[in-house]
């Protein structure tokens, strides 16, 4: 089975800083997909970002960025110039490759942005 | 996501009645899922359907029964709600490949 582990229950920031959130996982599928989710106090789910784990090109999505490290099994995101707006919890995510199997979450990183 | 809708977006029950929440996808996918999210433990899955009539189990679906008798529509029931039972339920569709979108959420308070 998968699990997905976010080591830091809580973070804050400066706005305009750069924050890094970090996820690692266990598993022993070869292909599959890593995301990152982004819940506001909304609670709507809103996808960041997505990385195939086939692709050694670190995925990226204006100012979200991943460092996925495949063998050490690490998926880190990488928020630049960070505004309030991205005050929000964040969860990382795990899919096998199979096509469209449920996701596995981490339990998720509360990110602050003070202003 | 203007494309998946959930009713009743906040519930209140008490324990021992059933309940019954509503997914409902404009879209036409195949793949629709049920998850719970709780303090702690992020999200995890319910049950999950790959088509209609089609469904299949999740990490904790003790308590849970689903149906698919059309595409647009994945139904979540709780037999006879317990306290334990009281979370934000989430239902997710499959769209394109391997990526989730999700509906707005289901707030549900077992009394």
């Known amino acids: 089975a998968q699990t997905v582990t976010q080591s830091q229950p809580e973070m804050s920031v400066q706005e305009a800083e750069t924050v890094t959130l970090s996820c690692t996982y266990d598993?022993?599928?070869?292909?599959?997909?890593l995301f990152w989710y982004k819940q506001p106090p909304s609670r709507q789910m809103i996808l960041v970002i997505r990385?195939?784990?086939?692709?050694?090109q670190n995925a990226t999505e204006n100012r979200f960025s991943v460092n996925f490290q495949k063998a050490a099994k690490s998926f880190s995101l990488k928020i630049s110039d960070s505004q309030l707006g991205d005050t929000a919890m964040y969860f990382c995510?795990?899919?096998?490759?199979?096509?469209?199997?449920?996701?596995?979450f981490g339990k998720g990183t509360r990110l602050s942005v003070i202003a | 996501d203007a494309g998946i809708t959930q009713s009743p977006r906040h519930k209140v029950t008490e324990t021992g009645t059933p309940v019954t929440l509503r997914c409902h996808q404009t879209?036409?996918?195949?793949?629709m899922y049920w998850y719970r999210q709780d303090p702690g433990h992020g999200l995890r899955l319910i049950h999950y359907?790959?088509?209609?009539?089609?469904?299949d189990k999740g990490e904790v679906s003790d308590g849970y029964s689903v149906s698919r008798s059309k595409t647009e529509d994945f139904l979540l029931t709780l037999e006879s709600a317990t306290s334990s039972q009281t979370s934000v339920y989430f239902c997710a569709i499959g769209r394109g490949l391997e990526t989730q979108y999700f509906g707005p959420g289901t707030r549900l308070l077992v009394l």
């Open positions: 990385q195939e784990a086939y692709k050694q």
């Open positions: 598993t022993s599928e070869n292909n599959y997909y």
């Open positions: 995510a795990f899919m096998k490759s199979s096509g469209n199997t449920p996701l596995v």
């Open positions: 879209e036409n996918h195949r793949y």
């Open positions: 359907s790959y088509g209609v009539k089609d469904t």
